[in-house]
């Protein structure tokens, strides 16, 4: 005979309580059913623990750095003008990211394919697109050269365009949801 812990839910028999305290009975077990591809097969470990999703936050950083350094060698930075490599960069970044999180949010939990492919296209390759440790040793690299105007400018412009984009990115993918879903 077992106690029972106090605030502990229990069924009355056949039935038990699942984790999410629906009662289901033994003999419903729908076996006819395919497993689920999107459920978790080690859904006690954190996610940043998993060696798969480290894997993709890694495969994504390889393009993210890749991209940025092509970028940088197009725009090269002289340390006295504006720095429009890691500017655009981290626009176009904030875009992304913001545009890439709202289809994802849309299309369901992040569970599955939908979180292989945040791990992977946002975190991994839009953080390591974007720089901020760039972006900061520009700004001080101009402020310390005495353009000091072009450093503050750089860095409000940087940081509001930044939210800015990432609301259009939102907002541009939201638009796109909303014509899809009309008749």
Not at 151 to 166: D, E, W
Request: with cysteine; hydrophobic share 40%; aromatic share 8%.
């Amino acid at each position: 005979m077992t106690a029972e812990r106090p605030g502990v839910d229990r069924a009355d028999d056949p039935e038990e309580v699942t984790n999410a305290g629906t009662p289901t009975t033994s003999d419903d077990s729908h076996t006819e059913l395919p497993t689920d591809p999107d459920a978790s097969s080690t859904p006690g470990r954190p996610l940043h623990l998993r060696a798969s999703a480290l894997g993709w936050v890694f495969a994504g950083g390889i393009v993210g750095t890749a991209l940025r350094y092509h970028i940088e060698n197009l725009l090269p930075h002289d340390g006295s003008g504006w720095p429009w490599a890691t500017f655009l960069i981290n626009l176009g970044g904030a875009f992304v990211l913001g545009g890439l999180l709202e289809v994802l949010a849309r299309l369901g939990d992040d569970s599955g394919w939908r979180q292989r492919a945040r791990l992977c296209a946002g975190t991994g390759g839009c953080g390591a697109f974007t720089t901020y440790s760039t972006f900061a040793l520009e700004v001080v690299l101009l402020g310390r050269h005495g353009h000091m105007g072009t450093a503050v400018s750089y860095g409000v412009l940087s940081v509001v365009g930044g939210i800015v984009t990432a609301w259009l990115g939102i907002v541009t993918m939201a638009s796109v949801h909303h014509r899809r879903a009309r008749p």
